[in-house]
């Protein structure tokens, strides 16, 4: 399995349970490819969604999203 991150725009909002996920928050997803994380980013936020990236990627980015990483199984 492979780490991915998802990232959403500057007005994709979306609620799970008491987690909000927007532009303040990245989403990671742990699969087996990329095509597969594209899946369950369009599965999970349909088109309202900005960027994948691999964890080899993603670097110190976490620093532009001030409420850091949520595990997809926590949503």
Known sequence: M????????QNHVHRFKNIIVDKDIVVEIEVEDENM???KAFSLFGLKWSMIYNAENFGDSIKFFPRGIV????L
Do not use: E, L, P, S
């Open 2 to 9: 492979r780490k991915f991150y998802v990232t959403m725009g």
């Open 37 to 39: 994380a594209r899946q």
């Open 71 to 74: 595990n997809i199984k926590d």
